[in-house]
């Protein structure tokens, strides 16, 4: 079975400094890749996804993500943190099965130091 | 357009008593998922449904009843509600399957629910 592991269950981070979060995954074939933000009281927001092509995908807010098939990882990174980026995080796989919905690693939460 | 709603937000359940969470999406949406966050342990999906009529069970059913009777509505029912599902419940909605094809998901706000 398909299943997700954030290493990091917090992180913080300088305001100004690079980030990068953590996501390895578990499947036998090609996943379909996501992360997710979650602001304090919200629901989760897409930052990016991978389906296939360019392992290096682009997503709002200034994040982006590599697939690296070699390692089973995905991880996010941006290069200059914001306050605003304080947030929980978290990484999902989708396998390749109708009607099977993600299944999200437990989340990675980012603090931001000023 | 309101996207996904989820009524109620907050709610204080005494043992054994019941109640049901509505869902309701404007967005023609097929797909419906009910999820479940606790803290440490992300989210864990409760049951979802892949079109009108139709209802699957996910990773942690037990305790949990759904219907999608409308396509727009996703109700999640407890019967009798026990501590351990305290928790805060989110519903989310997609065009399609996000496993078959990657499509993006629409996440309500979530209903904070206390079982005392």
């Known amino acids: 079975a398909q299943s997700v592991t954030q290493p990091d269950i917090h992180i913080t981070v300088s305001e100004g400094a690079s980030l990068e979060l953590r996501c390895n995954y578990s499947?036998?074939?090609?996943?379909?890749l996501f992360w997710y933000v979650q602001s304090p009281g919200q629901g989760l927001q897409l930052l990016l996804k991978?389906?296939?092509?360019?392992?290096l995908v682009q997503g709002i807010k200034g994040f982006e993500a590599e697939f690296k098939r070699s390692q089973s990882s995905f991880n996010l990174r941006k290069p200059s943190v914001h306050w605003s980026d304080a947030a929980e995080y978290f990484c999902?796989?989708?396998?390749?099965?109708?009607?099977?919905?993600?299944?999200f690693g437990k989340g990675t939460t980012l603090s931001v130091s000023s | 357009n309101a996207g996904v709603t989820q009524t109620p937000k907050f709610r204080v359940l005494k043992t054994g008593q019941s109640m049901t969470l509505l869902c309701a999406q404007d967005?023609?949406?097929?797909?419906m998922y009910w999820y479940r966050q606790d803290p440490g342990m992300g989210l864990r999906l409760i049951h979802y449904?892949?079109?009108?009529?139709?209802?699957a069970k996910g990773e942690v059913p037990d305790g949990y009843n759904v219907s999608r009777l409308k396509k727009q509505n996703f109700l999640l029912g407890l019967e009798s509600a026990a501590p351990s599902q305290t928790s805060v419940y989110f519903c989310?909605?997609?065009?399609?399957?996000?496993?078959?094809?990657?499509?993006?998901?629409?996440f309500g706000q979530g209903t904070r629910l206390t079982v005392v």
């Open positions: 967005m023609n949406h097929e797909y």
């Open positions: 989310a909605s997609s065009w399609g399957s996000w496993g078959l094809d990657g499509t993006e998901a629409f």
């Open positions: 449904s892949v079109g009108e009529g139709t209802t």
């Open positions: 499947y036998g074939a090609t996943p379909y």
């Open positions: 991978y389906f296939s092509g360019d392992t």
């Open positions: 999902a796989v989708g396998a390749n099965q109708a009607g099977t919905a993600l299944i």
